[in-house]
């Protein structure tokens, strides 16, 4: 399952959300959409998340602002 951590209100997040949504859909994979203001610090810490948005493929994340294009040679990673 890809992860995408985000903070509301977050340009660069508001951008790659829908991106990611068409990314999942053409890679036929689930997104679980996390608000990071409701997670603990230390939880954050532990997943690498720094900086928003923070996506995991279970392999490795990606942060920042992302095109299509990046999100699907991503998520084809985690297969």
Do not use: W
């Not at 990611?20 to 036929?28: G, K, M, N, R, S």
């Not at 689930?30 to 997670?39: G, S």
Request: hydrophobic residues 40%; proline residues 6%; charged residues 25%.
């Amino acid at each position: 399952m890809i992860k995408f951590y985000y903070l509301p209100n977050c340009g660069p997040c508001e951008a790659t959300k829908p991106r990611a949504i068409e990314a999942a859909e053409l890679t036929h994979h689930d997104i679980l959409f996390i608000n990071a203001q409701t997670r603990a610090p230390e939880d954050l810490a532990s997943e690498g998340v720094t900086v928003a948005p923070t996506i995991s493929n279970g392999i490795r994340t990606i942060k920042g602002e992302q095109t299509v294009e990046r999100l699907v040679r991503f998520f084809q990673e985690a297969n």
